[in-house]
């Protein structure tokens, strides 16, 4: 009975932590040009967290200029950002997104 009990916390404290928003660092691109997803058509934007990509939904691609631009678009160039947000069903909602120069 009391490994039921444990077990029981165990997995109500990991399912709290999942659905806690958290800051981080990452990798943020076109999820289709860059990093290969094709569950989408088109091109959205994505993040990478812990060598897995995640299509985001609070932010749009092309929110932050033009996302075929050469230098800086999302399409041809993998930026460095800190978001703030969580995974829910496969998925990152995101509450922050800054672009790191």
Known sequence: MKKIIFLFILINFLSYSEKQEKE????????QCKFGMKSQKGCDLAVKIDDKTYFIDGAHIDG?????DIDKGFCNTIRKVKI??????????????????
Request: aromatic share 10%; glycine share 10%; with cysteine.
């Open 84 to 101: 703030t947000g969580k995974i829910e069903h496969d998925r990152y909602k995101v509450s922050q997104f800054k672009i790191i120069e």
């Open 64 to 68: 932050f200029g033009d996302a075929h």
């Open 24 to 31: 981080i660092i990452t990798e943020a691109a076109c999820g």
